[in-house]
């Protein structure tokens, strides 16, 4: 059996284009949602930094996992933030 994966993606917009990234973050979650091994795919923004978003993401498995950023939503997605934010991505494995 294969291990859950779990994501924390932050996202930094800036900003000016804070609404044009918080958009796009909600499409993507809508649509990645529904997606074989997704188990979790929800959107976040920090309260102390208005234009920070964070995507908590639980997978079946690093293959769910791997299919995922090759998909089209988040293949869009990724088009759509290009010069407006910066992401960073965090995986985690759970220790026992």
Not at 65 to 83: N, Q, S, V
């Amino acid at each position: 059996m294969e291990q859950e994966i779990t994501v924390v993606a932050t996202v930094n917009a800036n900003a000016s284009s804070a609404h044009l990234v918080e958009a796009a973050l909600i499409d993507v979650e809508r649509e990645v949602q529904g997606e074989p091994g997704c188990l979790q795919y929800a959107l976040y923004r920090s309260n102390e930094k208005p234009n920070q978003f964070v995507m908590l993401e639980r997978w079946a498995s690093q293959a769910a996992l791997d299919e995922h950023g090759k998909g089209e939503p988040f293949l869009r997605f990724m088009k759509a933030i290009d010069g407006l934010a910066d992401l960073s991505v965090t995986t985690l494995t759970k220790v026992s």
